[in-house]
């Protein structure tokens, strides 16, 4: 599965380009403004951010192979990460130039005897 974060032209480029190559495409909006859209298309789920939680529906899909981010707002960024499956990639297009994300908690290493 492939899962986009739907914008303008990048978003809209992702979905036809995951659609022609045969993968699962979400489409992950912040409203339901664009879902016609995004349909036509070839998203086969279009998921809107303001009714329910990205990151729970996706795992419930099994989680994201791919998240493709266009939108460049850190916050929406973070609470997707837990939407990827494992080994699931986060492809970050566009960010604000002061925003960090904190891709994994710290590891603790422990020593076994």
Same mark, same amino acid.
């Given at each position: $599965?492939i899962s986009r974060?739907?914008?303008r032209g990048l /978003?809209?480029l /992702?979905?036809?380009f &995951?659609? &022609? $190559? @045969?993968y699962?495409?979400?489409a992950?909006s912040s409203s339901?403004?664009?879902e !016609?859209?995004a349909?036509?298309?070839g998203? %086969?789920l279009?998921? !809107? /951010?303001s ?5 729970e529906v996706?795992?419930?899909?099994? @989680?994201?192979?791919?998240i ?5 707002n850190p %916050? ?7 939407g990827? &499956?494992?080994n /699931? %990639?986060?492809?970050i297009l ?7 994300i ?6 603790h290493?422990?020593?076994v005897?």
């Amino acid at each position: $599965m492939i899962s986009r974060r739907l914008s303008r032209g990048l /978003g809209h480029l /992702g979905i036809q380009f &995951a659609n &022609a $190559m @045969g993968y699962r495409v979400v489409a992950l909006s912040s409203s339901s403004a664009k879902e !016609d859209l995004a349909r036509t298309l070839g998203t %086969e789920l279009y998921v !809107d /951010g303001s009714k329910v939680n990205q990151a729970e529906v996706l795992q419930q899909l099994g @989680g994201a192979s791919l998240i493709m981010c266009t939108a460049p707002n850190p %916050e929406v960024i973070r609470g997707l990460l837990p939407g990827l &499956a494992v080994n /699931g %990639e986060l492809l970050i297009l566009a960010l604000t130039k002061d925003a960090t994300i904190p891709l994994c908690k710290p590891l603790h290493l422990l020593s076994v005897s």
